[in-house]
């Protein structure tokens, strides 16, 4: 059988704000929400600590009320974010942490120690700050690679692909809206069989929400 591989769709994104301190609790909440969406729970605390460096760096030296955009996208398997402000002489500089104040003051060394690379783009009125955070990921639209996960993403491939093959198709990548429906299908079937056996539908689905829960904690 011809190796298939369901394709987590994760569409760069863009958005603008006001560089206020008030608005990191937001900027951060968007961030949890995308990075869970795009099944990157695991990046979440270090992706909102670089965005809290780069949105506070254009706070402290360019100035509160500046009008910057965040964009996040995949490249390859990293996490990049782009902070990008209209003062192309206020460069950030790298300065060593220190022990004292809160985590905002810690300037571009927490994003030197937490990111794989990061660097500056000048532009004729704007620069743009950036930073990239390996994933764990093989490719952009890649899953993690956990035991679990793996051996769903055989299973799930196997029914999919013995569908498509029957329907005449030859696709071997899968989306997971697909994905999804295969595993309600899946979970359906492995309840009637419970069920048909004299076992308990909803004991076993309390039982392995909880292994889940304790496997993503």
């Given at each position: ?60 030296h ?10 996040v ?11 990008t ?8 500089t ?124």
């Amino acid at each position: 059988m011809t190796e298939c591989r369901f394709k987590v769709p994760r569409k760069p994104w863009h958005l603008p704000f006001l560089a206020e301190p008030e608005e990191l609790r937001g900027l951060r909440n968007v961030m949890r929400l995308h990075l869970g969406v795009w099944g990157l729970p695991h990046m979440i605390d270090a992706a909102q600590l670089c965005l809290t460096e780069l949105v506070t760096n254009v706070i402290t030296h360019v100035g509160r009320g500046t009008p910057t955009t965040l964009a996040v996208s995949m490249r390859g398997g990293s996490l990049r974010l782009e902070v990008t402000d209209p003062d192309a002489r206020a460069l950030p500089t790298l300065l060593a942490a220190t022990t004292e104040g809160d985590e905002s003051g810690r300037g571009m060394a927490l994003v030197d120690a937490v990111a794989t690379r990061w660097g500056v783009v000048l532009r004729a009125e704007s620069k743009v700050t950036w930073c990239e955070l390996a994933t764990g990921l093989s490719s952009a639209d890649g899953h993690v690679a956990e035991p679990g996960v793996d051996t769903a993403e055989a299973l799930l491939s196997l029914y999919c692909y013995l569908d498509h093959h029957a329907a005449g198709g030859d696709a071997t990548s899968f989306s997971v809206a697909l994905a999804e429906q295969t595993a309600i299908q899946i979970v359906a079937d492995l309840l009637d069989w419970l069920r048909a056996h004299g076992c308990d539908p909803s004991d076993t689905l309390d039982q392995a929400l909880t292994r889940c829960e304790v496997a993503a904690s």
